[in-house]
């Protein structure tokens, strides 16, 4: 019962950080009809991004979560701007194969880029409580996972906030339902397709620094966390904040339990074997409601 209850909660916490890596693609996708495969180098510069914030000016990493959410949405405008802009002129399907092509190139610049400045060399952020755990009815809670799953409520709780209660959260709503409707409605579809980018590559930069305390960061990490995040949406459905971290937690258990029944090997496998049977029966996803 101890090892049950010690995958599960490991599946759980670990599960958590997919959700948040799910949360900035679901958006774009969304609200852009973008599917951005260069995700997972945001999180990973938003890692480096910490990283160089600890070491360099000795700020904590849980201080340091609004300066990379600050980081990678300027990052994020100016990636908007320069790349993505371009494609939002097309109808919903070249949009999603024109941001394929752009997001591989993309991918491929910000890993070179990457090895160049940082070289290949994993990096991860120790403190005090890196390695602190609390114990409870013989199963341990890492204090660094616990973090994550905190703030990944937090940021499932403030995007629905932000969704619901907010001008600039209801124009995302209307746009992601019918972008023509919403612009005879007046609202600036050009500031909300920024805002909604912004707002991604902000929501991966979070992700990246939970990663680099909690595991370690290299440039070759965006893929794995892409293809975690993709998983989770196709699982979650597009537009439901909780349904991501459900679908991540989801996810995360599914492969703790694998790894502990059948070895780690075949832990990605059912990650993979998920994915195709929620495309299959259910491609809507299992939590899917439209910002709403």
Avoid: C
């Amino acid at each position: 019962m101890d090892t049950f209850l010690q995958t599960a909660v490991s599946g759980i916490l670990v599960g958590s950080l997919y959700g948040l890596a799910a949360l900035g693609l679901s958006l774009a996708f969304g609200v852009l009809k973008i599917l951005n495969v260069a995700h997972g180098e945001l999180i990973m510069i938003g890692g480096y991004a910490a990283f160089f914030l600890f070491t360099g000016l000795g700020m904590d990493p849980l201080l340091s979560l609004g300066a990379v959410f600050a980081i990678l949405a300027i990052f994020g405008l100016l990636l908007y701007a320069l790349v993505f802009n371009r494609i939002v002129k097309f109808d919903e399907e070249n949009r999603i194969k024109n941001s394929l092509l752009l997001g591989f190139g993309l991918t491929l610049i910000l890993q070179t880029i990457a090895v160049r400045l940082f070289t290949a060399d994993d990096r991860g952020i120790i403190t005090g409580y890196s390695t602190s755990a609390w114990e409870l009815a013989g199963v341990r809670f890492p204090v660094v996972r616990v973090i994550g799953l905190v703030v990944a409520i937090i940021a499932v709780l403030g995007m629905e906030l932000f969704l619901k209660r907010t001008y600039w959260g209801k124009a995302l709503r209307a746009t992601s339902e019918d972008w023509v409707t919403a612009a005879l409605t007046g609202i600036n579809i050009r500031r909300v397709y920024l805002l909604a980018f912004a707002l991604s590559a902000a929501l991966a930069g979070i992700t990246g620094v939970l990663i680099a305390l909690g595991f370690s960061v290299n440039p070759s990490i965006g893929l794995q966390w892409t293809l975690k995040a993709l998983i989770v949406v196709v699982l979650a459905g597009l537009g439901s904040m909780r349904g991501a971290l459900l679908g991540g937690i989801v996810l995360g258990l599914a492969e703790a339990f694998s790894s502990q029944l059948f070895g780690g090997e075949y832990r990605e496998i059912v990650g993979l074997l998920i994915f195709l049977l929620v495309l299959s029966l259910r491609p809507q996803g299992l939590f899917g409601e439209r910002y709403a």
